[in-house]
């Protein structure tokens, strides 16, 4: 039996023309090399989850899901921990991606996550990080410390098209991910442990 975490990379943006994607499959092929985590690359795109939500529904007790939704439900359940990959649109991040943390809950609880962000002028996109910091925690979601950012990341593609900076990025996804992974093991192991108190 494989000793290795399960890992959600989740494609952050839903919109046409997006980045997003580029990024999540490298994290998610780095994530794959670095050997602790079974990787699952998850595409908020294909959940077509409902444009909108009754109260019911932001606390996973709808009676039926559609396909579609209930798949990702089970995926991010199976998830020990994720790394959200964001744009960052007004200084935020993208409505799809905050639509996705709302309508799931406690899928997101008692594991950590790490941001990959981009973005233009020198922030990278760490203003999304930012509020991801607000946001995950309200989830019981734990963020860690480091990321990883690609400010102005459309200046950075060579004459083949090919974005340049994401070899000089692989030693700070490994520091990522061995913090990731701690933090997952330990979290992993305390979920098994004792299940988490009901914030009610």
């Known amino acids: 039996m494989s000793d290795k975490l399960n890992l959600g990379v989740i494609i952050g943006s839903t919109r046409e023309g997006r ?12 994530a794959e090399r670095h050997g602790a985590f079974d990787v699952d690359l ?15 529904d932001m606390w996973s007790t709808q009676d039926d899901p559609s396909d579609e939704v209930a798949a990702l439900s089970e995926r991010l359940h199976r998830a020990d921990a ?8 007004n200084l935020s991040i993208p409505a799809a991606l905050k639509h996705a943390i709302d309508y799931y809950m406690n899928e997101w609880a008692a594991k950590p ?9 020198l922030s990278g996109g760490q203003n999304a990080a930012q509020h991801l ?5 309200e989830l019981r979601t734990m963020t860690v410390r480091n990321t990883i950012s690609f400010p102005r990341f459309y ?13 000089e990025s692989e030693p700070a996804a490994k520091t ?9 093991r330990a979290l992993a192991n305390a979920r098994a442990a004792t299940p988490m108190p009901s914030p009610y």
């Open 133 to 137: 910091r607000q946001i995950f925690p």
């Open 176 to 184: 990522l991910l061995d913090e990731l992974h701690w933090w997952s």
């Open 42 to 56: 998850i595409d908020l795109l294909d959940a077509d989850l409902p444009q909108h939500m009754a109260e019911r």
């Open 113 to 121: 996550v790490a941001m990959v962000t981009y973005g233009g002028k």
């Open 82 to 89: 994720f790394i959200v990959v964001s744009g960052e649109y």
């Open 19 to 30: 980045w997003a994607p580029a990024p999540a499959k490298w994290i998610a092929g780095v």
């Open 155 to 167: 200046q950075h593609f060579d004459d083949r098209g090919e974005f340049t900076k994401f070899d």
